[in-house]
């Protein structure tokens, strides 16, 4: 059984058809790139999986059962979570006390304000051993998130959404607007996430994709152009014609 699947998944704006009949499996601890030129649809098929968006026709299982018509929170709920813009939502909160609050969300308590403050030991440890788990320092933890490089308030966004647990993971481009001398270790990070996590990146930089996936799916003008293992992606003449261009990728 898939950990995430789509099947005839269609989406269209008006007349214009942004997502065609993709059909797409993601097996348990999948490693699933999807690539894609400008204007592809890869973020409407994301919201399509996330729940943002509802699909024209079209189905979305998660572990094999149906959650098209599911709203977006009860999806994370049943373990299918994104990352998104922290630096925008948090930016005077600590990495720790972020995280903290995102496993207390998991564990459904976020409106008990008035427990005592030994009370949060619990997920604060747990915060700390999971911003650990992506190499923040004690000190890069306790800081305002705010003052933290990009690269790690990018990495933020990664522990918040593995706070919830979950079993399938969006990542929407990771690794986008770090500078370089950051993006290695966001890169890292991403390689070393648990596989008991089924990931999905959508990324447009061909170097974390490459080395990150073990298959790729290719979606041009909505549709699949092809699917399979990197190598034979970095060959296939139809994805070099309308995306790759040039040499050959590893
Ligand atoms: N809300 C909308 N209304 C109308 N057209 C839309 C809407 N959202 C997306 N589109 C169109 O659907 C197509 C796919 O867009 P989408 O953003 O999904 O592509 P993408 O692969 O993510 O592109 P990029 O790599 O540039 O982010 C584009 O032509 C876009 O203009």
């Not at 890869?42 to 968006?53: M, Q």
């Not at 919830?164 to 993006?183: F, I, M, Q, T």
């Amino acid at each position: 059984m898939s950990a995430l699947a789509t099947e005839g998944l269609t989406r269209d704006f008006g007349g214009f058809r942004a997502v065609a009949d993709v059909s797409l499996a993601l097996a348990e601890g999948a490693r699933h790139a999807l690539i894609g030129p400008n204007g592809a649809g890869k973020t409407t098929l994301v919201n399509l999986l996330s729940g943002a968006l509802r699909p024209s026709a079209g189905r979305v299982l998660l572990g094999g059962a149906e959650i098209t018509a599911l709203p977006q929170h009860a999806r994370v709920k049943r373990g299918l979570a994104r990352t998104f813009q922290v630096n925008q939502l948090f930016p005077d909160l600590t990495p720790e006390g972020a995280v903290g609050l995102a496993v207390l969300e998991r564990q459904g308590l976020t409106g008990r304000w008035w427990r005592p403050a030994a009370a949060h030991a619990a997920e604060r440890e747990e915060a700390r051993a999971l911003l650990a788990g992506l190499r923040f320092s004690a000190a890069e933890m306790r800081a305002p998130t705010r003052s933290l490089p990009y690269g790690r308030q990018r990495l933020l966004e990664i522990a918040l959404a593995l706070a919830l647990r979950p079993r399938v993971l969006l990542l929407d481009e990771p690794a986008a607007g770090v500078p370089p001398g950051e993006s290695r270790a966001v890169l890292e990070a991403v390689a070393a996430l648990p596989r008991s996590v089924t990931v999905l990146l959508i990324e447009h930089d061909m170097d974390l994709v490459f080395r990150f996936a073990e298959r790729i799916t290719v979606l041009a003008q909505g549709a699949v152009l092809a699917e399979g293992p990197p190598a034979a992606i970095a060959r296939d003449p139809a994805v070099r014609a309308v995306y790759l261009g040039g040499p050959a990728h590893g």
